[in-house]
Nanobody, 115 residues
Framework: QVQLVESGGGLVQPGGSLRLSCLAS????????MSWYRQPPGKEREFVAR???????MFADSVKGRFTISRANAKNTVYLQMDSLKPEDTAVYLC?????????WGQGTQVTVSS
């Protein structure tokens, strides 16, 4: 059974940083690309970042140059380093993986950027 558990969210001031973690279990982590999505309040879920099995990354234009995604296969964990945070980054951040036709999601972690 696939499980994705996010952590590291919280309240941060504009310009600050946070690092999110997603611990995966129930599948061979190193064999799959991992992604982060976010859902701002009252809005639809949107793509944030993705890392494939070879370590290649891609980012939404809104976070390019500010966010970094990485993975530690030995720890079954994917990270999202978020720097220069803006109020518009406020959202629930969710970890996700696609295995065949099935996309799995974590429960999400709240990130609030406010002074």
């Amino acid at each position: 059974q696939v499980q994705l558990v996010e952590s590291g969210g919280g309240l941060v001031q504009p310009g600050g940083s946070l690092r999110l973690s997603c611990l995966a279990s129930g599948f061979t982590f190193s064999n799959y690309a991992m992604s982060w999505y976010r859902q701002p309040p009252g809005k639809e879920r949107e793509f944030v970042a993705r890392i494939n099995t070879a370590g290649s990354t891609m980012f939404a234009d809104s976070v390019k140059g500010r966010f970094t995604i990485s993975r530690a296969n030995a720890k079954n964990t994917v990270y999202l380093q978020m720097d220069s945070l803006k109020p518009e980054d406020t959202a629930v951040y969710l970890c996700s993986t696609l295995r065949g036709p099935i996309r799995s999601w974590g429960q999400g972690t709240q990130v609030t950027v406010s002074s």
